[in-house]
């Protein structure tokens, strides 16, 4: 019952969201766009077979001037041990049953972005300041989440040279506390770089690195590439491939995303 009212309430709030990011939207100097994709990882994170999941994000997105809103309601299917805790924004903890799979609504989440918090132009640098929640409404009973809300502050750097964005992230996440599990806050950073290689396309590489929630395990360390592409002024298309380096990081992962924009 708990979980089923955690989720109502998820709902109701994205309605409430979504039709006050849209009627903002309608302002001539906003952009509401939407974004649709499906990202695929495996890994053993520590265990004896391989973690698979796949995530489909829905995303909705309004720019206005200096702030940016965003909200993301994903499907989620995962094939682990029966008995697995999998949490797609931290490190899965791998179960010891049999091979099952399990799917259904992930976590619904939202942020609010301030662009330009600083803005250099004498060092053609600026930082953007995000906080974000993650409302628990995956199943925890399947084991596709915590079914706890997770809150994040972070801090991008953009760096400006010419074709080349040099790019790096601090951010500090505190998590739910729930039951049967002790999961500790944890520290996320990343670095990389962008280039447009055209008017149309750009590409980059990141390294992200986050502690893991769960004392005395690995963090988690991963490095992503990827490639996007303006297909029309109003469509954009995204492709990535990952891999990681430790036990409570994915062995490989990759995804496509298609974006358009609606009102701009």
């Known amino acids: 019952m708990k979980a089923k009212l955690v989720?109502?309430?998820?709902?109701?709030?994205?309605?409430?969201?979504?039709?006050?990011?849209?009627a903002v939207a309608e302002d001539s100097d906003t952009e509401f766009s939407?974004?649709?994709?499906?990202?695929?990882?495996?890994?053993?994170?520590?265990?004896d077979v391989d973690i698979e999941d796949t995530y489909v994000p829905f995303t909705a997105t309004i720019d206005s001037g200096r702030f940016s809103f965003r909200l993301t309601m994903p499907y989620l299917s995962v094939t682990a041990p029966e008995g697995t805790v999998f949490d797609p924004d931290g490190v899965p903890?791998?179960?010891?049953?049999?091979?099952?799979?399990?799917?259904?609504?992930?976590?619904?989440?939202?942020?609010?972005?301030?662009?330009?918090?600083?803005?250099?132009?004498?060092?053609?640098?600026?930082?953007?300041?995000?906080?974000?929640i993650k409302f628990g409404t995956a199943d925890e009973v399947k084991g596709l989440g915590t079914g706890e809300n997770d809150y994040s502050v972070q801090a991008d750097f953009y760096k400006f040279a010419d074709q080349l964005t040099l790019v790096g992230s601090v951010g500090y996440k505190f998590r739910g506390d729930?039951?049967?599990?002790?999961?500790?806050?944890?520290?996320m950073a990343s670095i990389g770089s962008t280039y447009k290689f055209t008017p149309d396309v750009n590409g980059g590489l990141f390294f992200?690195?986050?502690?893991?929630?769960?004392?005395?395990s690995d963090s988690v360390q991963e490095l992503t590439a990827f490639v996007s592409r303006r297909i029309t002024d109003d469509w954009r298309l995204q492709f990535y491939a990952l891999t990681g380096f430790t036990d409570s990081s994915p062995d490989w992962g990759g995804g496509i995303h298609i974006k358009r924009a609606l009102i701009r």
């Open 93 to 132: 903890l791998p179960g010891t049953g049999d091979l099952i799979t399990e799917s259904g609504l992930g976590d619904v989440i939202g942020s609010a972005t301030i662009f330009n918090v600083i803005d250099s132009e004498r060092l053609d640098l600026v930082m953007d300041l995000t906080g974000k």
């Open 178 to 187: 729930p039951a049967g599990l002790d999961l500790e806050d944890v520290l």
């Open 34 to 47: 939407i974004l649709a994709g499906v990202d695929f990882t495996s890994g053993t994170y520590g265990g």
């Open 208 to 216: 992200d690195y986050r502690e893991s929630a769960i004392a005395g």
């Open 7 to 22: 989720q109502l309430a998820a709902f109701l709030g994205c309605a409430v969201m979504l039709h006050g990011m849209t």
